[in-house]
C-alpha cells in the first residue's frame, strides 16, 4: 500500500498507544499520531460508526504528511466506514477485519478484489 509514515488511532488508554508507536516504530515506520477514543474498553463495540469516522478524520486533518491510517484493535464496527474515510482522507486505512480477509486470500491462492471497504481489498496488492 505504499505506507512509510501513518496516523493510528485505537480504543486503548494512551500508554498502551505508546507501546503500540514504539512496536511499529522499531519496525520501520514512522507514527505521526497513536490516539485513542475517548470509550471504555466494554462499550467499544458500541461506539457509533460515525463517530469513529470523524474521529479519523480529525486525527488525519492533523498530519497532512500521512502515508495511510491505521486502525487497531478489533472490536470497532468499522467496515462500512473504510471505503469513506480513504476517500474523506485520500489515505488508504488499515483495519483488522478487511487485513485479515485479504491475508486470508492470499494465503490460499485467491484474489477476489470486494469493492467497497476499502483500497486494501478492493484492489488486493500481492
Known amino acids: 500500500m505504499g505506507i512509510k509514515k501513518f496516523v493510528g488511532a485505537s480504543y486503548f488508554p494512551e500508554k498502551m498507544n505508546a507501546i503500540f508507536a514504539r512496536y511499529f516504530t522499531e519496525a520501520g515506520f514512522q507514527v505521526l499520531a497513536m490516539e485513542g477514543i475517548d470509550a471504555p474498553f466494554a462499550d467499544v463495540p458500541k461506539v457509533p460508526p460515525e463517530q469513529i469516522l470523524e474521529f479519523m478524520k480529525s486525527i488525519a486533518a492533523k ?8 486502525m487497531l484493535g478489533s472490536a470497532w464496527k468499522t467496515l462500512d466506514i473504510i471505503d469513506r474515510l480513504e476517500k474523506a482522507t485520500g489515505l488508504p486505512v488499515i483495519h483488522a477485519g478487511p487485513a485479515r480477509c485479504w491475508e486470508t486470500q492470499l494465503r490460499l491462492g485467491l484474489r477476489h478484489p470486494i469493492p467497497g471497504y476499502g483500497r486494501l481489498l478492493a484492489e488486493m496488492p500481492s
Request: charged share 40%; aromatic share 12%.
Open 63 to 70: 498530519h497532512k504528511d500521512a502515508d495511510g491510517i491505521y
